[in-house]
């Protein structure tokens, strides 16, 4: 399974280039949802959202949608991951499991200043549960200081079966290290300049690495920390984050086109 979509739903910039004009707020997840096959929902990570959002989201969206959702910064903007357990058991409950089938991977994003300490990283994993309500969680990390560039942190991420977000990114350490059974890509380069925010040839490239991941191989043109895992199947979740932001569904869409 390969998953292509954009990070939030409501964005002004979108009205009258993505969304056809005229279009009614309300409706915008349910134009959104069927143009793309994921979304991220960035809300969570500042604010807890209402459990009834949760459902009333998955009730809009088509069979077979997936939403990422990228987990309270309370977890994980402090000093001591060690002490984050309440924070995370509070969003874990917060109604999340409302999105049933249509909850995907868990996003938990750390601070640019935030460095790579084995012991207290580890303690953080542990904290992060496997199932909830009945449903199975996969956790994603992102982690944006160079000290994580480490085979020990990506041990770490295999211990645990949580994936190491894969930010292409000119700002922050690009970790290509499969360590989970899926994959979570957030693109953040797109070029306003570009009618889908990406040359056809780096959407060309992008779809060839999704389709190598999901066959359970790795890459050759990104470089990695460690030796590669065995051949196994995995999902795959790539999101058009920033860069031009206002290019992130138009670059969403042409990733799909090529992937058919």
Not at 77 to 103: C, D, Q
Not at 139 to 145: N, P, S, T, Y
Not at 182 to 200: E, T
Not at 212 to 230: C, H, M, Q, R
């Amino acid at each position: 399974m390969i998953r292509v979509g954009i990070g939030g739903w409501t964005y002004e910039p979108w009205r009258g280039l993505f969304y056809p004009k005229g279009l009614a707020q309300t409706r915008e997840l349910e134009h959104a949802s069927r143009a793309v096959t994921s979304i991220e929902i960035n809300g969570t990570y500042y604010s807890t959202q209402k459990a009834e959002s949760f459902r009333k989201w998955a009730k809009e969206t088509p069979d077979g949608f997936v939403f990422s959702v990228k987990a309270i910064r309370f977890a994980t903007n402090r000093r001591v991951l060690a002490e984050a357990g309440p924070s995370i058991e509070k969003f874990i409950t917060s109604g999340i499991t409302g999105l049933g089938k249509k909850l995907g991977p868990i996003l938990w994003q750390f601070m640019p200043a935030k460095k790579f300490d084995a012991g207290d990283f580890d303690a953080f994993l542990q904290q992060l549960p496997k199932t909830a309500d009945g449903l199975k969680l996969r956790h994603a990390v992102e982690v944006r200081h160079e000290s994580f560039a480490t085979k020990e942190f990506v041990a770490l991420a295999r211990k645990y079966g949580v994936a190491i977000v894969l930010a292409d990114s000119a700002k922050y350490p690009t970790i290509a290290d499969v360590t989970a059974d899926f994959i979570y890509a957030r693109l953040q380069q797109a070029d306003a300049k570009v009618a889908n925010g990406y040359a056809p040839a780096a959407i060309a490239k992008w779809a060839k690495r999704a389709m190598t991941w999901e066959s359970g191989g790795v890459p050759k043109d990104i470089p990695l920390l460690s030796i590669a895992p065995k051949p196994e199947k995995r999902d795959v979740f790539i999101y058009m984050i920033n860069g031009a932001k206002e290019r992130a569904p138009a670059a969403a869409m042409a990733l799909l086109k090529e992937l058919k």
